[in-house]
Every structure is written in C-alpha cells, then in structure tokens.
C-alpha cells in the first residue's frame, strides 16, 4: 500500500465551482500534514498545514480524520489561477516530507 | 521575501559524469534537504542535513551520491557517476528548524544522456 494515496485527476471544474480533493495515507503514527500545491515544472510551494481541528484559510478549507487516516482540501469559488497539482503531504516521526502523487486540477472560464 | 535559490536551472550530462547541484538556503534556516521528482511521478525525499552532518538519508541516497556545505552559505548535492534514471528535477529545501515548513527552491533539472 502506498504511503500517501491521492486521485491522480484531472479535476476539470468550471470557475467558481466547488471542488475537493481526497488524500489517503497508511502510517496511523503520521504527524504533521499539510497541502502543497505545484504547478506545471515548478516547485511545491505550502498551500496549508492540516490541523485535527480543521482550518480554513480563505477559500481553502482542509480537514484531518485521524480514525479514519484520511486528509482533505476544499476550494470554493474556484479561480483559473487555482489550475495546478495539488500534493498531500505527511511526515512521521522525522522531518522528512512524504509526498502523494497529487491532483491535477483545472479550471475552465 | 527569503527564498531558497538554486543553480544551475537546467544541468545536461553524460552518463558516467560527475555533476554538482548548488543551493543557497535561506540565510537564518539550520536544516537542509534535497528531494528528486523525476517526470510524471511524485515528489522523493532524498536526504535531510543538520549542524554539518546527515540526519537522515532514503534509500535513493546510495554511495553515488553526497552533500556537502562548503561554506555558510551553500548546500550542495553531488552525483559522483550519473546515470540516466538520474535524470530528474532536483529540489533544495530548507527550514528554520526541524519539524517546521520546509521552503523549496526552483529546482534544477538535470538530464543525463
């Protein structure tokens, strides 16, 4: 089983719409997480860190089931600028990052 | 805005070659990284660097493959014989402390013919 599992997309959604993403990931012992986003031949840059609670920074909602080992990253009012690859991202007991395969998504006019 | 800055943006190669990535962290930052993504697949960790040593290194990171920080400034990654499955884009990181975000640079894409 993969460590960090994501549906490889595309995700093709008109602008506005509402889209979400869904990361699986094996280790029950994973600590930190966090969605990155990259687009085409760039680097990852942080979109959000993924707390238990739940956060939302703006558009971008992102929430953790620890139970259940599954991540998730909602974007409202979707913006051709929001086209890119989306990437879970988790870490276990060290520093590393462990990167899903990602996302693709893209928004049509 | 800091950021972490790498050269060159694009090495060519031949196999059997011996290249060296450069990267220039963010000046405050203690913990290094490199990470490969090689086309179409995700993102690999390859070995993380703290106070002058390897902190920890995956298994991609065998004996072809060495860090170094030659001074206070830069970080870099040598490949001493390359292979064509090294042909990747290769990304510096760093973060201000273990645990916390790591910041990437631009990579550079390194391709071995």
């Known amino acids: 089983r993969k460590e960090v599992e994501q549906d490889p997309g595309p995700f093709n959604v008109p602008e506005g719409a509402t889209v979400a993403f869904n990361c699986t990931y094996s280790?029950?012992?994973?600590?930190?997480f966090f969605w990155y986003r990259q687009d085409c031949r760039k680097e990852p840059k942080l979109l959000m860190s993924v707390y238990s609670s739940g956060n939302e920074d703006g558009r971008f909602t992102a929430q953790l089931n620890r139970a259940s080992q599954y991540i998730s990253l909602l974007i409202r009012d979707s913006k051709l600028s929001d086209s890119a690859t989306y990437l879970c991202?988790?870490?276990?007991?060290?520093?590393?990052?462990?990167f899903g395969t990602g996302t693709r998504l893209q928004v049509f006019p | 805005e800091p950021e972490v800055t790498q050269t060159p943006s694009h090495q060519v190669t031949q196999m059997g070659q011996e290249v060296i990535l450069r990267c220039v962290p963010i000046?405050?930052?203690?913990?290094f990284y490199w990470y490969r993504q090689i086309l179409g697949q995700k993102v690999e960790f390859l070995v993380s660097?703290?106070?002058?040593?390897?902190?920890?290194k995956s298994e991609i990171f065998d004996d072809q493959f060495s860090v170094e920080r030659p001074d206070g400034s830069n970080f870099t990654l040598k490949i001493r014989s390359t292979k064509l499955e090294d042909s990747a884009m290769y990304f510096c990181?760093?973060?201000?402390?273990?645990?916390?975000?790591?910041?990437f640079g631009a990579g550079t894409r390194l391709s071995v013919l």
């Open positions: 660097f703290y106070n002058n040593e390897i902190s920890e």
């Open positions: 280790n029950s012992a994973s600590q930190s």
């Open positions: 991202v988790v870490t276990y007991n060290t520093d590393k990052l462990i």
């Open positions: 990181a760093s973060s201000v402390m273990g645990g916390n975000i790591q910041y």
């Open positions: 000046s405050n930052h203690l913990y």
